[in-house]
């Protein structure tokens, strides 16, 4: 997210635009992994939505089964983020900003 800022504070609808740019089609003979398909399939839409539908869940299995257990949940997770204290959101900000080197 930190280093799309210089793009996304002044052109954000083309950067947007070009970062989520799902009418790509990649060329079949670029391929290693999926040269078990033939080209038609290789290029085919429904392929190409099957495995973006596939990495989406994967991602919110992952977000909801593994990444947050321990602390109780997504929702937990969630929550406590909107209900904390300032003073707690306070003391982990020095954890979250990086410190700056000083040129010279």
Same mark, same amino acid.
């Given at each position: 997210?930190?280093?799309?800022? !210089?793009? $996304?504070?002044?052109? !954000?609808?083309?950067?947007?635009?070009?970062?989520?740019?799902?009418?790509?089609?990649? @060329?079949?003979?670029?391929?290693?992994?999926?040269?078990?398909?033939?080209?038609?399939?290789?290029?085919?839409? @429904?392929?190409?939505?099957?495995? /973006? $539908?596939?990495?989406?869940?994967?991602?919110?299995?992952?977000?909801?089964?593994?990444?947050?257990?321990?602390?109780?949940?997504?929702? @937990?997770?969630?929550?406590?983020?909107?209900?904390?204290?300032?003073?707690?959101?306070?003391?982990?900000?020095?954890? /979250? $900003? !990086?410190? /700056?080197?000083?040129?010279?």
């Amino acid at each position: 997210v930190l280093l799309s800022l !210089p793009f $996304t504070l002044h052109h !954000p609808e083309s950067y947007l635009r070009k970062a989520f740019e799902f009418s790509r089609v990649f @060329e079949y003979r670029w391929t290693v992994n999926w040269k078990f398909l033939d080209e038609e399939t290789f290029l085919s839409g @429904e392929l190409s939505k099957l495995l /973006m $539908t596939g990495h989406l869940v994967v991602l919110f299995a992952f977000v909801f089964f593994r990444w947050s257990r321990s602390e109780g949940g997504i929702f @937990e997770v969630i929550l406590r983020g909107l209900t904390a204290s300032k003073t707690v959101l306070a003391k982990n900000a020095q954890y /979250m $900003t !990086p410190k /700056m080197a000083k040129i010279g």
